[in-house]
């Protein structure tokens, strides 16, 4: 499966963005899918996980009641809704799938990944 990420871009503290993730291929209804994001000089973390069907979410605590993770399974897309954003948001978002059937939110559990987008958040 290809997954493209987009939608990053440049905002400021209290703005929004909303990123998109294009998949390839029949099976995305049958996978877990999350965003994790990569700041530089960090490692790449855990952001949001949504189940097969939408009906199960996981958040990091950072972006808890800031961001809003959902998929559209007819149109093969994962969406992430940023808003509230701060600085500390600052970096690339990878869209991720796996074939585990588990919403994780181990980085090595997701076996597709996208190319990232950069969201650069100014104070």
């Known amino acids: 499966v290809q997954l ?3 939608g ?8 929004s963005l909303r990123l998109s993730c294009a998949a390839s291929g029949r099976a995305f209804s049958s996978r ?16 949001a ?4 069907r939408g009906v199960t979410t996981s958040y990091a605590d950072s972006v808890k009641g800031r961001f809003t993770i959902s998929r ?8 992430l809704q940023m808003n509230s954003l701060k ?3 600052t970096a690339v978002y990878y869209c991720a799938a796996t074939d585990s059937g588990y919403l994780d939110t181990v980085r090595r559990t997701y076996n597709y ?3 990232g987008t950069l969201v650069t958040v100014s104070s």
């Open 8 to 15: 990053g871009g440049l905002a400021q503290a209290g703005g």
């Open 87 to 89: 600085p500390e948001d």
């Open 4 to 6: 493209q990420a987009s």
């Open 113 to 115: 990944w996208g190319q």
């Open 32 to 47: 877990v899918m999350a965003w994790f994001r990569q700041a530089p000089g960090e490692e790449r973390e855990f952001v």
């Open 72 to 79: 559209d399974n007819a149109k093969n897309t994962l969406y």
């Open 49 to 52: 996980g949504i189940s097969q």
